[in-house]
């Protein structure tokens, strides 16, 4: 399995501000996912994050909207901009476990936007 | 249509019996995983169990088993000898394609209460 940790673990911000969330992995893994759970929805892939290169954005979120880096095998970061009340949800990443099928989820960023 | 259905919205068990929580799925692909993971009031993701397509026999993680019937497209999670510590979300979810770096796509979960 993998240790995923996040940072925060919940914000409450103000609207039309930033919040940069932090992904920490144990071990180097070569894909990163990041995913967006709105209040009693079910989650939805933003992007991927491979190391190296550009996100690869899901059908619906933009580079200018959902910034992510990615600087080396065990971090990356996913910011929020400009943030509305509609953007208020659980943010979560996730990577794949080495040598598994099975993919590995962090505990979770719950943003609420004012 | 949707990929993963997740029909029943909530459910009940007491204390101590088996329940089973309902997963259809949609696919083309001849290569696919299985997901269950189990979402807590904190909101964190849980996996659970994973059932390959290929897969011969049907997976078993403690409490937990998946029966899978792949001419029916259904990967039903039974969770036996329910635990107060199991009333959570569950989420069933799918990744198709051989590539290990396939995303998943998740049904809209099952609402689990087990009572005294």
Same mark, same amino acid.
């Given at each position: 399995?993998?240790?995923?940790?996040?940072?925060?673990?919940?914000?409450?911000?103000?609207?039309? #501000?930033?919040?940069?969330?932090?992904?920490?992995?144990?071990?180097?893994?070569?894909?990163?996912?990041?995913?967006?759970?709105?209040?009693?929805?079910?989650?939805?892939?933003?992007?991927?994050?491979?190391?190296?290169?550009?996100?690869?954005?899901?059908?619906?979120?933009?580079?200018?909207?959902?910034?992510?880096?990615?600087?080396?095998?065990?971090?990356? #970061?996913?910011?929020?901009?400009?943030?509305?009340?509609?953007?208020?949800?659980?943010?979560?990443?996730?990577?794949?476990?080495?040598?598994?099928? #099975?993919?590995?989820?962090?505990?979770?960023?719950?943003?609420?936007?004012? | 249509? &949707?990929?993963?259905?997740?029909? &029943?919205?909530?459910?009940?068990?007491?204390?101590?019996?088996?329940?089973?929580?309902?997963?259809?799925?949609?696919?083309?692909?001849?290569?696919?995983?299985?997901?269950?993971?189990?979402?807590?009031?904190?909101?964190?993701?849980?996996?659970?169990?994973? &059932?390959?397509?290929?897969? &011969?026999?049907?997976?078993?993680?403690? *409490?937990?088993?998946?029966?899978?019937?792949?001419? *029916?497209?259904?990967?039903?999670?039974?969770?036996?000898?329910?635990?107060?510590?199991?009333?959570?979300?569950?989420?069933?979810?799918?990744?198709?394609?051989?590539?290990?770096?396939?995303?998943?796509?998740?049904?809209?979960?099952?609402?689990?209460?087990?009572?005294?």
């Amino acid at each position: 399995s993998a240790v995923i940790s996040q940072k925060p673990s919940r914000d409450i911000c103000q609207r039309g #501000t930033s919040l940069t969330i932090q992904c920490q992995v144990d071990s180097q893994v070569t894909m990163m996912f990041w995913y967006r759970q709105q209040p009693g929805q079910s989650l939805t892939l933003i992007a991927t994050a491979n190391q190296g290169s550009e996100a690869t954005y899901e059908s619906g979120f933009v580079i200018d909207k959902f910034p992510i880096s990615r600087p080396n095998l065990t971090f990356s #970061t996913l910011t929020v901009s400009n943030m509305s009340p509609e953007d208020s949800s659980i943010y979560l990443c996730s990577v794949e476990g080495t040598g598994t099928d #099975t993919q590995y989820f962090g505990p979770g960023t719950r943003l609420t936007v004012l | 249509a &949707q990929k993963i259905t997740q029909t &029943q919205p909530g459910m009940f068990v007491q204390e101590k019996e088996a329940v089973t929580l309902d997963c259809t799925y949609d696919t083309s692909d001849p290569s696919y995983g299985l997901f269950w993971y189990k979402q807590p009031s904190s909101g964190e993701m849980i996996f659970l169990i994973y &059932q390959g397509s290929y897969d &011969q026999q049907n997976a078993t993680e403690g *409490r937990y088993s998946l029966n899978f019937q792949k001419a *029916r497209k259904s990967a039903n999670l039974v969770i036996s000898a329910s635990q107060l510590g199991d009333s959570a979300m569950y989420f069933c979810a799918m990744r198709e394609g051989q590539g290990r770096y396939s995303t998943l796509t998740f049904g809209k979960g099952t609402m689990l209460l087990v009572s005294p």
